[in-house]
């Protein structure tokens, strides 16, 4: 039995709706007090002791870093005939930014963040090259913060301008035409030791001049009338239109506002206030604007307003909705490039301005892609295509001769050949077809012993597509099965897949996820003993979910960066922006349904509990790492059983963003050591 740390009770008692709920350990919420600093310093030491003692270990992360050792591309942007892209030689902790005058030319370095800390926990989170590619805005985050700083750079001298912009979160950056400025989003300096926990409301656009202080930011947009809203500015192409896109947290639905550049003091035009449908602007020519939506057409389709005559009745459909979902478009060389989502696996269609159908972009196999951005005159755009057994390849796309090539290749130390790829369909609970990819050795026996390991996620529209995984890659080599199911709440299948595992529909996505464990039992593949399940972020909160619904069904449940605590999750950073998917805690008929599957609040004491792994970072903003730590307690002094229940937390590291290499190769090889440990 493991001798796991106090975890001291509080009582604390809390009436919601005429139900009163305990928060025993409400008091792992102040992440900063002495308190819980120490309560974290000796989880980590007993989580620490018991992966140490794990004979596998030290081989799986030898394994696994010489797996990682591998050549890692962006997507290249091309911008006054410069070409810009980053890479990463193999083990760089932060991939390095890079330009070059053609595509022939030697690459140099823009930016290398792996200079900038010691430890590589300073990451390059965004960045936007100016029109004739003499400018660079970049925006760096610290220790895995989704708070950034943006700086201004010249391309040609590698030197930064004096320009410094903080407190920025959740924004891009846009250039004007002529190179002056850019815009962007901010929020309120937050209060001294809150800059983790306070909630990000009133987020506000501004337009920053270059060679000018921040306190002198011209103030665009902002609505205290609204303090959920947050706004993206977008420079049209042809510079004069700024495009605000109005968001509201994680909803689908949003808004999108307009203003002309040209026009003396141009006021802003609320163009589509209603809040009814998804709205993403691809382009314009002129007053027409071209919009990706989902209104009438769950599965989308494009459109054009003229903003002239913006009435609903003078819209004009471009490409209808097809039998797939339409995951994105972007218009270059003056024609439309569609990805779709074909079972979850990508399916890339070429069409005509007018809506005519070229052709389809054939790709190398089952897998999915990422790119095709560019201009409306260029000739050519860029992709990254991978699969589960292919690391990231970019592609150069000639519109011209309506032709691939491969631009960047990497070479990972693995037989790609050696593995077979899967799709198949099972019936959850209620009857719903859910698709699921099964990957494995080639020649391997299924005879219901196999160690399997099944991920999820389930939620805000995210379709989890077939990408290429260190980890899964070693789980696989190993002779074990990778198994990733679609669930409902996701974007698989449009706007109608995601509500259907949304709100009150919430417990479809663990019921789904549930019946992928039992079908993979049923079909022989595995046991209870020998089946792991994992998921991250929202994932987290599934496994939570089907670790307190489910206990007899796994050997081991890996939650990372989990939401688990659902009668909380509003109150801290960006978390009030998910009650698009999850419901309010504020009403009623919502706070039914969370407490129902609230893994905090449905953990049973005297119950035999699965191993389990917690993974969380003390500096997530996103996820609050408190939901973690207080899950960790309560199921730790719940446990009846034997098997070990730990809780590892990552210093100086965030909800993963810009986490560097040498932290993702060592948390992934104490996630799979207890994995192989527990299933053993």
């Given amino acids: 039995m493991i001798n796991y740390p106090n975890s001291s ?3 604390l008692k809390e009436e919601y709706h005429g139900v009163e709920i305990q928060d025993p350990y409400r008091w792992l919420e102040d992440i900063d007090s002495k308190q819980t600093a120490q309560w974290i310093e000796e989880q980590n030491r007993v989580t620490f002791d018991y992966l ?47 330009w070059m005058d053609s595509l022939s030319a030697q690459p140099k370095v823009l930016l290398d963040p792996n200079r900038l800390s010691e430890d590589g926990t300073l990451a390059l989170t965004g960045y936007a090259v100016n029109h004739d590619g003499q400018l660079l805005a970049y925006g760096i985050s610290a220790s895995g913060s989704d708070w950034q700083e943006w700086r201004v750079r010249e391309v040609g001298t590698g030197q930064d301008l004096d320009d410094h912009l903080r407190w920025v979160k959740f924004s891009s950056a846009s250039w004007t035409k002529d190179d002056q400025g850019i815009y962007y989003s901010r929020y309120d300096e937050p209060s001294d030791g809150h800059v983790y926990k306070d909630e990000n409301y009133y987020q506000k656009l501004f337009f920053h001049r270059l060679n000018t202080l921040q306190e002198t930011d011209r103030l665009v947009y902002e609505r205290p009338d609204h303090k959920e809203w947050g706004f993206d500015g977008q420079v ?8 605000i896109t109005v968001w509201k947290g994680t909803h689908r639905e949003n808004g999108v506002f307009y203003k002309d550049l040209y026009a003396e003091n141009g006021e802003i035009i609320e163009l589509l206030n209603e809040f009814d449908a998804s709205y993403t602007f691809i382009a314009n020519q002129g007053p027409e604007f071209y919009f990706q939506t989902d209104l009438d057409a769950p599965l989308s389709r494009l459109v054009t307003i003229n903003i002239h005559q913006p009435e609903r009745s003078e819209w004009v459909q471009v ?15 003056m024609r439309f ?3 779709y989502l074909h079972h979850a696996r990508s399916r890339v269609l070429l069409y005509e301005q007018n809506g005519s159908l070229l052709g389809e972009i054939k790709l190398p196999g089952l897998g999915s892609v990422i790119g095709f951005t560019g201009e409306q005159e260029d000739t050519e755009t860029f992709y990254h295509f991978s699969s589960f057994t292919t690391p990231g390849t970019v592609y150069r796309y000639d519109l011209l001769s309506e032709a691939s090539f491969v631009f960047k290749e990497p070479l990972v130390d693995f037989d790609q050949a050696a593995f077979d790829i899967k799709q198949v369909f099972y019936s959850s609970k209620d009857g719903t077809r859910v698709p699921m990819f099964i990957c ?14 099944l991920y999820g996620y389930g939620g805000f529209n995210i379709a989890q597509v077939p990408t290429f995984s260190v980890g899964a890659l070693w789980w696989m080599e190993r002779g074990g099965i990778y198994a990733q199911a679609n669930l409902r709440g996701g974007g698989e299948y449009g706007k109608t897949w995601h509500d259907g595992g949304a709100k009150h529909k919430k417990q479809n996505v663990f019921d789904d996820f549930i019946a992928a464990a039992e079908w993979l039992i049923s079909q022989n593949y595995t046991r209870p003993k020998r089946l792991a399940i994992g998921g991250r972020s929202n994932g987290g909160l599934l496994v939570g979910a089907c670790l307190t619904q489910r206990p007899d069904l796994y050997g081991a449940c890996m939650a990372t960066v989990g939401v688990l605590d659902m009668l909380r999750f509003h109150k801290f950073t960006i978390g009030w922006a998910w009650t698009s998917d999850y419901g309010s805690p504020e009403e009623p008929q919502d706070f039914k349904a969370l407490l129902a599957y609230s893994p905090y609040h449905n953990i049973r004491a005297g119950t035999v509990y699965p191993a389990t792994l917690i993974l969380t970072g003390d500096h997530d903003d996103r996820v609050f790492p408190a939901h973690s730590f207080k ?8 446990q009846a059983g034997k098997e070990p229940l730990l809780i590892r937390i990552d ?4 909800h993963g963003l810009g986490k560097p290499i040498s932290k993702l190769i060592d948390e992934t090889a104490d996630y799979w050591a207890f994995v192989v440990n527990s299933l053993s």
């Fill in 9 to 11: 009770r509080i009582d």
């Fill in 52 to 98: 140490e003692g794990i004979p596998e270990r030290e081989e799986i992360h030898k394994r696994l870093t010489s797996l990682w050792n591998y050549e890692k591309f962006g997507v290249p942007e091309q911008h006054g005939g410069r070409y810009f892209f980053t890479r990463n030689d193999g083990l760089q902790n932060q991939s390095v930014l890079y």
């Fill in 236 to 243: 049209s192409e042809d510079g004069r239109y700024l495009i």
């Fill in 319 to 333: 490409i209808p909705e097809a039998p797939d979902a339409l995951e994105s478009i972007s218009l270059v060389g």
């Fill in 337 to 339: 490039i569609a990805v």
């Fill in 440 to 453: 494995h050795k080639k020649g391997l026996q299924f005879d219901g012993d196999t160690q399997t390991y």
């Fill in 631 to 638: 899950f960790a307690a309560a199921l730790q002094a719940a």
């Fill in 651 to 654: 210093t100086k590291a965030g």
